[in-house]
């Protein structure tokens, strides 16, 4: 069982934060998860954004997570035939809501390990749980610059001294901040530019990599609160100096509000929007509006990436959506890691998820076939290589992969929205471009 520690639970926290019809927990105790006793169910948790800013794209995100937690009990599950059993949390997308869910959680499911989530001002808050409680969390949709920091605990059982307990398989933001610099660099050829951007730690990191990566001048730099509904006074202040371009990094939920003000009120400048405002269902409803704009997004490709996107419709009724590949992945990762150490436990999974995720071992697909000839490989002494449906997932020591990048343009077609791919950055471009020296010699490792 994992140990709590002082700041993990809090006090009066015994229950999941009464989210009645987010999925259950799955019917049943599933038990300590460090004891590791043969044929016994690993509860293995979820945090996905069924409802708030991100519920445009949770569904896709729990899908993902329970087809994967499918195809690995398919192929005889893990550790003796230990099967998995999914516990499906709605993080609300609210810090608070989230962190009482996973105390709860922590409290009556004895959890290990869990996928989560979509925000990163939400897996921030969530991080230092994990880590107090030496649980891995993997992040699905998180992709904040500052939350390569989040999750480490100094020890002396590793070579560097340190263990780190939050991974992700969505892209540090740096990355994105790169590719939409690279839009009005290239592209556009901007020579000024306003940001807004979401109040918390996902808009203002990616906001600050692409101002930096921004070849001309930045007139202003706008955050805006989630729960505002009027946002005159912001666009006000952003477009003050006219700016050439209007980068807009913000959710769906606040998104649609401030681009119908920003058509409305006429201010202007050439729209280029971050990947969390990629939700088709949303931008259809936009379509006189953000036709000819930009958007940056990961590109997905190869055999799993096919794999995942053809199962998912046909076997969970759902369409994925922005990061769904990546829950996939991370839950993947977790099984793969948890049966190289021969454990279930958050430390020896954390210990493991970078051995499997990268080079030089046997390259495995996804699907259960794979997995299960992965657990062949593993316990024969053998290395694996991971490639998934959202990247290669080869994590740095920071547990986390570069990504592909590309920027798409929307296009109005017969009052629909199509893309087409105007700029791509591929993973290894974003190499050295991401960590400071000083990231790099706090934690002793290279990229």
């Known amino acids: 069982m994992s140990a709590v520690g002082a700041t993990g639970l809090a006090a009066g926290c015994g ?50 997570f329970n087809m994967a937690i499918e195809d690995m009990n398919e192929a005889g599950g893990i550790i003796d035939g230990r099967m998995f059993e999914p516990i499906n949390r ?27 989530t979509w925000s990163s001002g939400v897996s921030a808050t969530l991080a230092p749980i994990a880590a107090d409680n030496q649980i891995m969390q993997m992040g699905n949709g998180t992709t904040s610059p500052t939350l390569a920091q989040q999750g480490w605990v100094e020890t002396d059982e590793t070579d560097s ?11 540090n933001d740096g990355s994105q901040g790169i590719a939409m610099a690279g839009a009005l660099n290239n592209i556009i050829e901007a020579d000024t530019a306003a940001f807004m ?15 930096e990566s921004f070849d001309g001048e930045v007139t202003a730099t706008v955050p805006v609160a989630k729960q505002t509904s009027d946002y005159s006074s912001a666009l006000d202040q952003a477009f003050a100096d006219d700016p050439d371009v209007f980068g807009l990094i913000v959710y769906p939920a606040n998104g649609e509000s401030i ?48 794999y995942f996107e053809s199962n998912l419709q046909d076997r969970m009724d759902q369409d994925p959506t922005t990061f769904s590949h990546h829950s ?47 657990k062949g490989l593993l316990d024969d002494g053998e290395e694996i290589n991971y490639q998934g449906a959202s990247s290669s997932c080869d994590l740095t020591c920071f547990y986390e992969p570069y990504n592909s990048f590309r920027v798409l343009q929307l296009n109005q077609e017969d009052g629909s929205i199509s893309t087409e791919t105007l700029n791509e950055f591929p993973a290894d471009f974003f190499q050295g471009k ?9 934690y002793n490792c290279g990229e």
């Open 259 to 306: 681009l119908q003000q920003w058509n409305r009120g006429g201010y202007g400048g050439t729209l280029v929007m971050s990947e969390s405002m990629f939700a088709p269902d949303v931008l259809e409803g936009l379509s006189d509006i953000v036709a000819g704009s930009y958007v940056t997004t990961t590109r997905l490709s190869g055999s799993s990436t096919e």
């Open 15 to 64: 229950g999941d934060g009464g989210d009645g019809g987010d999925g259950g927990d799955g019917g049943s105790d599933g038990g300590d998860g460090g004891d590791d006793m043969s044929g016994e169910a690993i509860p293995l948790a979820s945090f996905c954004p069924l409802s708030g800013a991100g519920a445009a794209f949770g569904p896709g995100q729990q899908a993902g």
């Open 90 to 116: 709605d993080s609300e997308t609210k810090p608070s809501r989230a962190a009482s869910k996973l105390e709860g959680v922590i409290s009556n499911e004895n959890i290990e390990a869990f996928v989560g």
């Open 197 to 211: 951007h979401v109040d918390n730690p996902y808009g203002a990191g990616l906001a600050r990599k692409a101002a």
């Open 328 to 374: 996939f992945d991370a839950t993947m990762l977790i099984g793969l890691a948890a049966h190289a150490a021969g454990e279930f436990t958050g430390t020896a999974i954390s210990d493991n998820i970078q051995t499997v995720s990268r080079p030089p071992g046997e390259e495995i697909m996804a699907g259960p076939d794979e997995f299960e000839r992965a």
């Open 434 to 442: 991401l960590y400071t020296q000083e990231q790099l010699d706090t």
């Open 161 to 171: 001294g340190w263990r780190k307990y939050m991974g992700r398989t969505s892209p």
